[in-house]
């Protein structure tokens, strides 16, 4: 709990440019996983096997030390220590979503231009469509729910990764909170900051079905990882 306490603090510190960058490498380390694992879906067939590529995006993030903004609601603990203020916290939060959006679409037009949707006899690119209505047709409620879950378990990945010394360690605490989340179908913001573009890329953009989406899924996102951090904060606290 200090070390995640220390680095709430760390995070607030930073300068506009390195804490923008980190968050551009960590918008592009999730939208790699989303990538991959929407190759591997379309590569076998099944739905479910990209939950097991999927985890590689957050594995990166931890091993290069990059800011997510779903990991970094963590920062609620640092507040709740007082070593930080809610101001700092809310101003890393939001600068850390617009530089993984920004990374996130990187991604997408990258992909797109290397003409990725087209693999598997344009399967790949059928897929990515199907995926990005799918997720922008979701209910406001059904998102926001997904949301918290989700970020519950990412934010337990965090801190996990955060308590083993050794990279393999942290590759492994990485790796099965998020397979889990995706195997139950779980929103991830940031994710889908890939996921939707990227299929309306290909079939027409909407920015109300994009809208719909990431404000419910980034609420529930929020609250999740907040309330993980603050519970986890007041059952260790120092007495």
Not at 216 to 221: A, F, K, Q, R
Request: aromatic content about 10%; some cysteine.
């Amino acid at each position: 709990m200090d070390q995640i306490i220390a680095a709430g603090k760390t995070k607030a510190g930073y300068k506009l440019s390195p804490l923008l960058i980190k968050a551009f490498m960590s918008g592009m380390f999730i939208a790699f996983g989303g990538l991959g694992s929407q190759v591997i879906n379309a590569a076998t067939g099944t739905s479910y096997i990209g939950a097991f590529i999927f985890p590689v995006g957050l594995i990166l993030v931890i091993c290069t030390g990059s800011e997510l903004f779903t990991g970094d609601c963590l920062m609620a603990m640092a507040s709740a220590d007082r070593k930080i203020t809610m101001a700092d916290m809310i101003r890393t939060l939001i600068l850390v979503y617009i530089g993984n959006f920004v990374g996130s679409l990187f991604i997408v037009f990258a992909a797109w231009a290397g003409n990725m949707p087209g693999m598997f006899d344009g399967k790949l690119g059928e897929a990515m469509v199907k995926t990005a209505a799918s997720k922008g047709s979701l209910l406001p409620a059904v998102s926001f729910s997904k949301g918290v879950l989700c970020n519950i378990l990412v934010c337990a990945a965090v801190l996990i990764a955060i308590r083993t010394k050794e990279i393999t360690g942290k590759m492994l605490a990485a790796y099965f909170p998020v397979m889990l989340f995706v195997l139950c179908g779980f929103e991830h913001s940031i994710a889908n900051m890939y996921f939707i573009p990227m299929g309306q890329l290909l079939s027409g953009f909407d920015i109300g079905l994009l809208l719909n989406n990431l404000i419910p899924v980034t609420l529930g996102n929020t609250v999740g990882g907040v309330l993980f951090a603050l519970g986890m904060y007041y059952c260790n606290r120092p007495e």
